[in-house]
């Protein structure tokens, strides 16, 4: 099955304690390319994130978002420390006084609330804290299932159009086969004249005849190329329906496709095959773009 490297997954989960809130966006990207933005109090479970992410999610560009409220009664983790703070407050008017001049209160507090130890870290008790991470880890493992469900859609819809691609190359390979009919003749009657006319000269080369003939054969002859491109449209459908997904696979068949309907549009030295060539070429360059975007 497909997965495209383009997902989305949000997740909601509220405890007696927090309201958690995690989002997940994926884009393209040749390689797993996390972005994080995770509240400071639980920053030191960013590398478990980044597992959880890694694990489930694969290649991408990948911005993860957390957000943790407290609810209720749940206090913040900093708070002011009222009393060394008056303490500075009482000094720095004091000092103020002392110097002659009346200081604005207002610009007083502030410097008072700069001073060393002016806040308290209130340390959170560990089994709350674990307890909470414990919410957080369901909440992004269900963004990650999100995701990931969001990933094999924009898959599924990409593989049907993939098959429309090969399709359509598929038929115009076969109105190909049939142009090519109509082409050994033309060829063939072109030959048979330009033979006419060396048998005619009197320094007519026997050897030389035999080394061009084979060439203009080889290069007009497009026969092991239709077999090759069938073989390749095959196989990319087959692909198209393994159990997993590998875009760099398709990629890299993708390119041998295109190699033979350059080959057959060189060779084959006919207009009408060659308009067919350009069309099966714009078929390809929608494949080349999508697989871009597959895991």
């Not at 994926?26 to 694990?55: A, G, H, V, W």
């Not at 207002?106 to 060393?116: D, G, K, N, V, W």
Request: charged share 30%; with cysteine; hydrophobic share 35%.
């Amino acid at each position: 099955m497909l997965k495209s490297m383009t997902g989305y997954g949000v997740s909601n989960i509220e405890s007696d304690s927090i309201n958690v809130t995690v989002e997940i966006k994926t884009l393209n990207s040749k390689f797993l390319d996390i972005y994080c933005r995770i509240p400071r109090n639980f920053s030191e479970r960013e590398i478990e994130i980044r597992n959880l992410i890694t694990q489930s999610l694969e290649r991408g560009k990948v911005e993860f978002t957390l957000s943790v409220q407290p609810i209720g009664k749940t206090v913040a983790s900093t708070s002011v420390n009222r009393a060394l703070v008056s303490a500075y407050f009482r000094d720095l008017s004091d000092t103020s006084k002392g110097l002659d001049f009346e200081a604005d209160p207002t610009e007083l507090l502030r410097i008072a609330l700069q001073m060393p130890n002016a806040y308290n870290n209130e340390t959170v008790d560990d089994s709350s804290k674990e307890n909470d991470w414990t919410q957080i880890k369901v909440a992004v493992m269900e963004a990650l299932r999100k995701c990931t469900v969001f990933r094999e859609q924009e898959g599924k819809m990409t593989a049907d159009k993939f098959e429309e691609y090969i399709k359509t190359i598929e038929n115009l390979l076969a109105e190909v086969i049939e142009q090519d009919k109509l082409r050994i003749p033309a060829v063939r009657e072109r030959l048979e004249k330009q033979v006419r006319e060396l048998l005619s000269d009197d320094n007519f080369d026997t050897n030389r005849f035999e080394q061009e003939l084979i060439y203009y054969v080889e290069k007009f002859d497009i026969s092991e190329e239709k077999i090759r491109l069938a073989n390749h449209l095959t196989y990319f459908s087959e692909t198209l329906k393994a159990s997993e997904s590998n875009g760099k696979k398709l990629n890299f068949i993708a390119q041998e496709i295109g190699r033979e309907i350059n080959t057959i549009g060189s060779k084959a030295n006919d207009v009408s095959i060659q308009h067919l060539v350009v069309r099966m070429k714009d078929e390809l360059e929608k494949i080349k773009e999508q697989t871009m975007n597959i895991i």
